[in-house]
């Protein structure tokens, strides 16, 4: 609002400061809600020594420390770089241990934001945040604070929070009062409701949920994530929208720890029966996300197919990463790969127009590098090409296939070679340009596997169409090809245009497309570690 060098400006920092350094409370209040609400980064530079020593005053009325408290917190938003956290830590950290539980709430909102800078000059809260939530959790009156019948559950979920920050405790007192405090949690749970109002159950599952982030966070207690995962599962019949959509969302990060796996398989009916009859979008979208995670080679198939299945109906706006999922599952649980042909070839027939690039191309690369699939891809392609309608990235993985394995049919009349010819050349003047290089490419191919419809394909390769064409790639691809057909002998002609080389084995594409589309649509959903070599 004004320039640092104006003179208002520097009268109300110094209004400012008169007011932080008065003996009235209220005067004091008023001066940190102003550096709060109106606060610049020049500001927090001139005024920002004045807060912190107001917050950590032993003789600061509790009113004023929460006010200061909130009042650092913008100022560290502000100028993060000029925070002196090597002098302040220890001071600031002491007051989780304050006794009015106002001053820990806003205190605890503070470190959280520290914490995330510096985490280790902030790494001493751990054992006072175990300490506090101990006692909120154990205590059954604490007056002011008591909410629907449940102990400060807002502080206990900032304390929940702040402990995800760091690794489980390494003392073992410390983790055994956490651990018994996360049990009453849990075991409260379960407990028949004090109110029937709709805060109580709110804030009842507030601190529940992030009791289990917090379990799910450390990833070692196998009874405690089995626990929760029972819990869970009771959820997912939940009437409430956000239950149901929390509950998944919290399973699917259970799925992916080996103590719980086991545990979340046993609710595989119940997510499946929510992709089929969930109304609410982000509730399915979050059923897929864990049939995704839950996933392992003696559930592959039932899961797959259900995907696919569902595929028919999705929302258009999640049917490419449901492709991803589908095409990342079918490779890495098939024991008979036949199966992954046959669901990437279904995949491509039912959402045609939402298979990415690295879907078709994977699926080559893998009919290359597997001699025991090639005949049956390639058989099975073949059919796939004669449907009514085929879409275009149909025609891509056919043209592909059959111009490496077109021959391994080709004893079949019925897919001779100039029917497999003519079948892929009766889809060229449909194709985008991209698809007819590919095409093109194939047609030669084919004169190497088929040297007896050689005049048909060079008929169609010095056709004017392609010859005179207005894109230079086409018609750059006609002519050359057409003049290797003319001038190479048989033998050089099978050597130009012999079998693809197996493609070296790498990080599947597929993975690293749905990382990608992940972390630009980052919605805390996580991806499950399917990490793997292919």
């Not at 932080?20 to 209220?26: I, N, R, T, Y």
Request: glycine content about 2%; proline content about 3%.
């Amino acid at each position: 609002m004004m320039h640092h060098s104006n003179e208002l400006y520097k009268l109300v920092i110094q209004a400012i400061k008169n007011d932080l350094s008065s003996k009235d409370p209220v005067h004091i209040c008023l001066a940190l809600t102003c550096i709060a609400n109106i606060g610049t980064p020049d500001m927090a530079g001139e005024i920002g020594d004045e807060v912190p020593r107001i917050l950590t005053q032993p003789d600061t009325l509790h009113g004023v420390k929460k006010c200061a408290a909130l009042c650092l917190l913008r100022l560290f938003e502000l100028k993060p770089d000029k925070f002196n956290h090597a002098d302040l830590s220890s001071r600031l950290i002491a007051l989780l241990s304050d006794q009015h539980l106002g001053v820990v709430t806003s205190s605890c909102s503070l470190i959280q934001a520290l914490v995330s800078a510096n985490p280790e000059e902030y790494k001493g809260c751990v054992s006072l945040a175990v300490s506090r939530l101990s006692r909120i959790v154990s205590s059954t009156d604490l007056k002011d604070y008591m909410y629907y019948f449940i102990a400060a559950p807002w502080l206990s979920v900032k304390l929940l929070r702040l402990l995800q920050s760091y690794p489980q405790p390494e003392d073992s007192s410390v983790y055994e009062r956490l651990k018994e405090a996360l049990e009453t949690i849990l075991n409260r749970a379960t407990d028949p409701p004090k109110s029937k109002k709709i805060q109580h159950t709110n804030a009842k599952n507030a601190v529940l949920f992030e009791a289990i982030n917090l379990i799910i966070h450390y990833d070692s207690d196998a009874a405690l994530m089995v626990r929760s995962c029972n819990l869970l599962g009771g959820f997912l019949n939940s009437k409430e929208t956000n239950l149901r959509y929390l509950a998944l969302e919290s399973l699917t990060n259970l799925a992916v720890s080996e103590f719980s796996r086991r545990a979340v398989m046993k609710h595989q009916e119940t997510v499946l029966q929510a992709l089929k009859n969930e109304r609410d979008l982000s509730v399915r979208q979050r059923a897929v996300d864990l049939l995704y995670a839950m996933c392992d080679r003696e559930h592959s198939g039932e899961i797959v197919s259900e995907l696919l299945i569902y595929l028919e109906k999705a929302d258009y706006s999640i049917r490419e990463e449901l492709v991803l999922k589908i095409a990342i599952l079918a490779e890495k649980f098939a024991t008979d790969y036949n199966w992954y042909v046959d669901v990437i070839l279904n995949l491509i027939r039912v959402a045609g127009d939402y298979i990415a690039d690295e879907v078709w191309y994977r699926v080559t690369q893998i009919v290359i590098n597997r001699d025991d699939i090639q005949a049956y891809a390639a058989k099975t392609v073949f059919e796939a090409l004669q449907a009514p309608s085929c879409h275009e990235n149909m025609v891509k993985v056919g043209a592909y296939i059959l111009g490496e394995f077109g021959n391994l049919i080709a004893g079949d009349e019925r897919a001779g070679p100039i029917v497999q010819f003519r079948l892929l050349h009766s889809m060229f003047h449909l194709c985008s340009n991209t698809t007819k290089y590919i095409l093109l490419s194939t047609y030669v191919k084919l004169i190497n596997l088929f040297p007896e419809i050689k005049s048909d394909i060079e008929a169609v390769l010095k056709h004017n169409n392609q010859i005179q064409n207005s894109d230079a790639e086409i018609q750059q691809r006609a002519v050359e090809y057409s003049k290797l057909s003319e001038i190479a002998s048989p033998d050089l002609l099978a050597t130009v245009l012999e079998e693809m080389p197996q493609f070296t084995e790498r990080e599947s594409s597929l993975l690293a497309k749905l990382k990608k589309e992940k972390s630009t649509d980052c919605d805390s959903a996580l991806i499950p570690l399917l990490q793997y070599q292919i």
